[in-house]
């Protein structure tokens, strides 16, 4: 398929392909009169890249995982170590999202009569102090 055909049915810009090419996410394809054709294979890898991309893996994750990327293997240590490695920076990113939310539901209920104050209350509260360890009780703010 030529990469038009490509770029439609994965809902990517034709740059975009020929830059997966271009950092080795995708083989660069054979050519035809110039123009590259595609296997159709192509329209999995390029959306396996497109989902990882958006679960938040860069792209050198992702060259990584599809590096060992094989129909008829199970998955190798390279991929068990890029997953524990993700797992970590998901549980990090977790905790500190749970925070933000807790310092958001905070300031909704803010009534200071300036940011200044507001600032200041909330760096000698105990309750920011509770929010910046990720120590926060239900109800608690």
Same mark, same amino acid.
């Given at each position: 398929?030529? =990469? +038009?055909? @490509?770029?439609?049915?994965?809902?990517?810009?034709?740059? *975009?392909?020929?830059?997966?090419? $271009?950092?080795? @996410?995708?083989?660069?394809?054979?050519?035809? /009169?110039? $123009?590259?054709?595609? *296997?159709?294979?192509?329209?999995? !890898?390029?959306?396996?890249? #497109?989902?990882? /991309?958006?679960? +938040?893996?860069?792209?050198?994750?992702?060259? =990584?995982?599809?590096?060992?990327?094989?129909?008829?293997?199970?998955?190798?240590?390279?991929? &068990?170590?890029?997953?524990?490695? &993700?797992?970590?920076?998901?549980?990090?990113?977790?905790?500190?999202?749970?925070?933000? &939310? %807790? @310092?958001?539901?905070?300031?909704?209920? #803010?009534? #200071?009569?300036? @940011?200044?104050? #507001?600032?200041?209350?909330? /760096?000698? /509260?105990?309750?920011?102090?509770?929010? !910046? %360890?990720?120590?926060?009780?239900?109800?608690? =703010?």
């Amino acid at each position: 398929m030529k =990469i +038009g055909e @490509l770029a439609g049915r994965t809902g990517l810009n034709a740059s *975009a392909i020929r830059y997966y090419e $271009q950092v080795g @996410l995708l083989a660069a394809p054979h050519r035809a /009169s110039g $123009q590259r054709r595609y *296997a159709d294979d192509a329209v999995h !890898r390029v959306r396996l890249i #497109c989902f990882a /991309s958006e679960m +938040g893996f860069t792209l050198g994750e992702i060259k =990584i995982f599809l590096g060992g990327l094989r129909d008829d293997a199970p998955v190798g240590p390279r991929w &068990k170590k890029l997953a524990e490695r &993700k797992i970590v920076e998901v549980k990090r990113t977790i905790e500190r999202s749970v925070r933000l &939310k %807790s @310092l958001l539901e905070h300031l909704l209920r #803010c009534h #200071c009569a300036s @940011l200044a104050i #507001c600032v200041e209350r909330l /760096s000698l /509260s105990e309750n920011l102090k509770r929010i !910046r %360890s990720g120590k926060v009780v239900k109800g608690k =703010i």
